[in-house]
C-alpha cells in the first residue's frame, strides 16, 4: 500500500513540473536569434526592414514599458548609435 501511495505522490509532482516547463517562454519566441546579425549595424537598415508588430527599437535613455510580451522583439541601440542587442521581451 505505501509503494502505491508513493508512487502517487511521484506521480501527480511530475505532473506538475511538465506544467511549469509549458510555462516557461521560448527564449527565441519573438524569432530575435534569427537576426542577431543585425549587432553593430546602424539602425539605418530597419528602413529596408518590415518589422513584426509591435517591434521596438530602444534607444539609449528611451522609457520603455516593463511588461513582458514573449512574442515582441526588441532592438537596443547604443550610445554610437549601432544595435547592441536584440531580444525577445
Known amino acids: 500500500m505505501r509503494a502505491l501511495i508513493g508512487l502517487l505522490v511521484i ?3 511530475s505532473g506538475c513540473e511538465e506544467e ?3 510555462a516557461v517562454p521560448e527564449e527565441n ?3 530575435a536569434a534569427s ?3 543585425l549587432i553593430g549595424r546602424s539602425p539605418d537598415v530597419f528602413a529596408a526592414m518590415i518589422l ?3 517591434s521596438r527599437i530602444i534607444y539609449p535613455g528611451m522609457p ?3 511588461d513582458y510580451r514573449p512574442d515582441r522583439i526588441n532592438f537596443d541601440i547604443g550610445p554610437d548609435n ?3 542587442r ?3 521581451g
Do not use: E, F, Y
Open 11 to 13: 506521480l501527480s509532482l
Open 20 to 22: 511549469v516547463a509549458d
Open 29 to 31: 519566441a519573438c524569432g
Open 35 to 37: 537576426m542577431s546579425d
Open 52 to 54: 513584426p508588430v509591435g
Open 64 to 66: 520603455i514599458t516593463q
Open 82 to 84: 549601432r544595435i547592441t
Open 86 to 88: 536584440v531580444w525577445c
